[in-house]
């Protein structure tokens, strides 16, 4: 337990010692520092994650409406056409059954 606490200790020694470094270093940061450092680093790694988050979207929501497109007009016209026609003659045969006359 006792070289566990020491650890312990020194990680947080250490970490103040890195804040402590830190907080030195802003001081004495130029203005062409902060600005690479809050544009160049932060902000554009964030808009670039974002703009290539909307990118992936955007490339799904196409490809899944290709799909459906390919889907709705995967069968030929002449086809359907045809599956219609045959269909009408069912409905037609039916009605005809049931007494209607047209």
């Known amino acids: 337990m006792g070289q566990e606490a020491d650890a ?5 020694d250490a970490r103040k010692a890195l804040d402590k470094k830190v907080i030195d270093r802003y ?3 130029t203005e062409d ?3 690479t450092m809050v544009v160049d ?3 554009m790694a964030a808009i670039s994650g974002d ?3 909307e990118m992936e979207r955007i490339s799904q ?4 409406r ?3 497109l ?3 007009y995967d069968s030929p016209m002449p086809a359907m056409n045809a599956q219609v026609d045959e269909l009408e003659m069912k409905v037609n045969g039916h009605l005809e059954k049931m007494g209607f006359d047209f």
């Open 33 to 35: 520092e902060v600005k």
């Open 66 to 68: 290709i799909k459906e």
């Open 61 to 64: 929501r196409l490809a899944r």
């Open 41 to 43: 680093d932060k902000w």
């Open 27 to 29: 001081k004495v940061l």
């Open 51 to 53: 703009v290539k988050t």
């Open 70 to 72: 390919a889907e709705r």
């Open 8 to 12: 312990n200790k020194k990680i947080k």
